[in-house]
């Protein structure tokens, strides 16, 4: 079964670092997101990507956040400058057209910044 | 704007317990409604969902009804299993807000032997 996969399953960088986290969505999706979970918290939406742009972003989104996707599999969330507040799991996950509503997951970065 | 409130954790039951968590709901168009499970060490797990109201999902016997009248989506299980012990999820998804997925804070279960 096709699914999201996530690299690196734990990243540590140091404050002020800049990091890539990496996924590749299934492979027919056109929709895909970033969502984070502070440890102990809600999980929260960070942006939303179709057809090459931002389609949807939250306030957490901040200029610091940049999305992009450099070929036709990998999705990738960079933090220009990382704080000790952006620790936390980020999830991506990929939707299939505009008729689904399931998004599918993949396993989570966890980001440590130190 | 769109948000689910979800039953507090943790919860703690012994094997064959009836199981509820607790889950509403406020969007401003007509949402789909989702239940995540999230066990440990790994991401999140579509378990149900129901996409239009008095719709019933279910799955590994777990089950949950989309209730309009009473904006809520409740996740019941009648025998829950030590295999059940994870991290439960409600959330929902507003084509009107760009199908971002809006989720509770979550509710962890521990079974018991």
């Known amino acids: 079964e096709p699914e999201v996969t996530q690299t690196p399953s734990h990243q540590v960088t140091q404050m002020g670092q800049e990091v890539i986290l990496r996924c590749v969505p299934i492979s027919n999706h056109l929709y895909f997101y970033w969502y984070r979970q502070i440890l102990g918290q809600k999980v929260e939406f960070l942006v939303s990507f179709y057809n090459n742009e931002i389609s949807e972003k939250s306030e957490i989104f901040d200029d610091q956040f940049s999305v992009e996707r450099p070929d036709g599999s990998n999705f990738t969330l960079k933090i220009r400058s990382t704080k000790l507040e952006d620790s936390a799991m980020y999830f991506c996950a990929s939707r299939g057209d505009r008729g689904a509503d399931e998004q599918f997951f993949g396993p989570g970065t966890r980001l440590t910044v130190l | 704007g769109d948000s689910v409130t979800q039953m507090e954790g943790p919860v703690t039951l012994s094997e064959e317990a009836f199981l509820t968590i607790n889950c509403t709901y406020t969007a401003t168009g007509y949402p789909s409604l989702f239940w995540y499970v999230q066990y440990p060490g790994e991401g999140l797990q579509l378990l149900l969902k129901?996409?239009?109201?008095?719709d019933k999902g279910s799955n590994k016997g777990f089950e949950a009804t989309y209730r309009k009248e009473t904006t809520s989506f409740h996740l019941e299980k009648g025998s829950v299993q030590v295999s059940d012990s994870a991290v439960y999820f409600c959330?929902?998804?507003?084509?009107?807000?760009?199908?971002?997925?809006?989720f509770g804070t979550g509710t962890s279960l521990t079974v018991i032997p």
């Open positions: 959330a929902l998804s507003d084509p009107t807000t760009g199908n971002q997925f809006y």
């Open positions: 129901a996409t239009k109201a008095d």
